[in-house]
């Protein structure tokens, strides 16, 4: 399998972002390693109107590599305007494993479907960092 499908495949299943990185090329790794998210290629996808989400990828990280990640974020936010808060886009457990979002979901005193639903608004909002914080938090607790 070549590394281009296998950061589809990691995708595709649900599997968090990180371990990804082994897997994918250059321009993946610095989509993903600038904290980037599959929910953000999505968006990057509705702006171009491309439905190819590793090409997507490619692309951002390509970008983001010759330093220009400010194209990157005003890319991902005409995303988000056209997507219009639309959720469907950005389930939570693209990102994020099962244990992780029942951290997120005891973190915030929520049930899990709300949780799940609070990360999606979280990742569609660009906000990757306070679902770590709260998870990481919560996990010290445990």
Known sequence: MDKKLAFISLV?????????????GAEED??????????????????????????MTK???QKIINGYE??????IAEGRTANGGNLVICPAEDVYSSADIELFAAYWDVGRSEGRKMISEKLLGGDKGSIDDAITEQKGKG
């Open 12 to 24: 595709g299943a649900g599997l968090t972002v990180a371990p990804q990185i082994a897997l994918a």
């Open 70 to 75: 400010n194209q990157v974020k005003d890319i």
């Open 30 to 55: 610095a989509f993903v390693k600038a904290g980037y998210t599959v929910c953000d290629a999505r968006l990057i996808a509705i702006s171009w109107k491309d439905n190819d989400i590793a090409a």
């Open 59 to 61: 692309m951002a990280g």
